[in-house]
Structures are given as C-alpha cells and as structure tokens.
C-alpha cells in the first residue's frame, strides 16, 4: 500500500527561470511574423507536480513590468462536461470506469472548447468558462456563465498571452492499433513477472474502454493545433505522481479535517493512469506540429526540483 512520503514543504521556483526565457523568446518571434492573433502557450504537467505554483510564477512576471503583457490563464478543468452531461455520459456505458466521473478526454466539452478558442484567437468579447468542483457532493458542476470572466470587451486591453494548462493539455490520439499494442505489451510484461512499471494499469480496462477514450481524444486537437508554444514539466517517473497526490491530501486533511483517503487517492490516481501510460510518449516527443525549438521540456525529479530542461 503506498502511503504519503514526507517532503519538504518548502516551495523552491527553479522553473519559472527557465520558462520565461523561452515564452519571451517565442513570443518575440510570434510577434515578428505579423500575426494579429494572441500568443498562445500549452502547459502539461502530471497532478502534484507544482502547475499551480509554476503558472502562478508565469502570470506574476508576465502581467507585471517590464513586460506588463495583456494575459489569461485559464485550465482545462474549466471545459469539464455539466454535470447533468456528465451523468448521461457515465450512463452511457456503466461498465466503463473511466467514464464514471470527470477527469479524462471525453468528459470536456470540445464544443465549448472550440467556440472560447476561436473567440481568443481573433480577438473579440470572450467569456472564459469556470468549473466548480465542490458542487453535488464533489462531482462538481459548471459554474453559471454570469460568473464567468470577459476579456477583449470594450475598453479592455486586447488579450496578447494566452496561457491553457492541464494534466491532459497537449495529449494527441493514437491510432486504435497503437492503443491495442501498448495494452498487450504491459499485459505480456506484467505476466513475464519483468514488471519496470509497477504502477502500469492499462491491463486492468477493457481495449473498447481504452478506446473510446482514445477516440474522444482526436477531438482535443481544436486545442492542441492552436498551440505556438508548449511547456511540458516531465516526471522522471510519471509513478511519482501516486506520490505527489497522497502528499497534498495527507496536507489537507491536516490544515482543514476534509481529504481523500490513501486508498481514496489511489483509486482516483488509478483513473487517470492509463492517459499517463498511453500518451506520455508523445508529449515527450514534441505536440507541436511542423514548428520546431517550439516546446520546452522541464523533467523533475521525485522532490519537483529540475534535473534538466531540453527545448524540441
């Protein structure tokens, strides 16, 4: 049984240092070619990774002088289904437990996706769409649009920085046979007993389950292909997240008496592992298309301080 590993509580910044460089740098050459669309930057990163912290470090500097540029943040929590599309969808197919809750592709909204998108990229009055996740008991809910924030409206400054950051943002579909061989190949490893990955869940779904996710996915592109830039902060084992997540709950549940379980976390991490194991790869390899030096890779190591960066 994995328990929470006791870690420093202390907060180094040893990444924003090394992203803002290149965000500026791809910035400056955005900007050269002319175009009147807003920058746009993907940030991944694995759950407990330190997303919250680095994407806070990023919208500090950038929006503050000298640069003082016109951004938003936003994240791809905020694209979750309604929580009455969410409930259809898990009824759609109650053998799938990947479907069962929020969380992985499928349960985002690529419609509204693509209507904030587009909105952005060319400039006009754009609503940013906010989640709740403490709404019905924890399944969480949209939250009412007159809450939500407008950029480019009238007498606002026009949004040059766009910043979309997620545990999923950038993952590109495979084809159904990649899908298939990669299953077979944890499931042909696990049974040899020659296990490197003992966290490996894909032999725990059914291929169909695995599949329909891997569908839904080709459906993210309407993000992805908007991307100039892409930050990915790697693991050097993507394992470590198990670790990171019992971490914040044990914090939780000291600071305010509320938190999952252990075994809780292992079974919420449990279902999102399978999008680690099949889609890691191809972060790793580069998101951009046909643009290169246009993604920054950070790996960390299992305390979250930076082992080495590499730009694709």
Known sequence: MLRATKMAKQI???????????????????????????????????????????????????KQPPYSLP???????????????????AQSDPLNPLIQHRGVPGTHDMTLAK?????????????????DKSQFNGQGDRMDESTWTTVN???????????FEGWCVGFRALTDDQVKLRQEAATAEYESGSVTNSRSTLRKHRLQDLQFINS??????????????????????TEYVYNWRLQQESELREKSGRGMTDEEVVTFVDGYYPAYELYTDGLRNGV???????????????????????IL
């Not at 209507?115 to 989640?131: C, E, M, N, Q, W």
């Not at 960390?300 to 930076?306: L, N, P």
């Open 153 to 163: 409206d009238e007498g606002q400054q026009k949004i040059k920085v766009v910043l």
């Open 216 to 237: 839904k996915l080709r459906g993210y592109d309407v993000m992805t292909d908007t991307f100039d830039a892409f930050v990915h902060i790697d693991a050097e084992k």
């Open 12 to 62: 180094v910044d040893d990444k924003s240092p090394i992203c803002i460089p290149f965000i500026l740098d791809k910035l400056k050459e955005h900007l050269a070619s002319n175009s009147n669309a807003p920058f746009f930057i993907g940030l991944n990163g694995v759950q407990g990774i330190g997303k919250t912290t680095l994407v806070t470090m990023l919208e500090q500097t950038l």
């Open 288 to 310: 951009i298309k046909n643009k290169k030096n246009a993604q920054l890779r950070i790996t960390v190591k299992e305390d979250r301080k930076v082992i080495h960066s590499i």
């Open 115 to 131: 209507k904030v998108f587009d909105a952005l990229k060319s400039g006009s009055k754009t609503k940013i769409p906010r989640y």
């Open 71 to 89: 951004m938003v943040v936003w994240s791809i929590d905020d694209l979750y289904l309604t929580h009455a599309d969410q409930v259809a969808l």
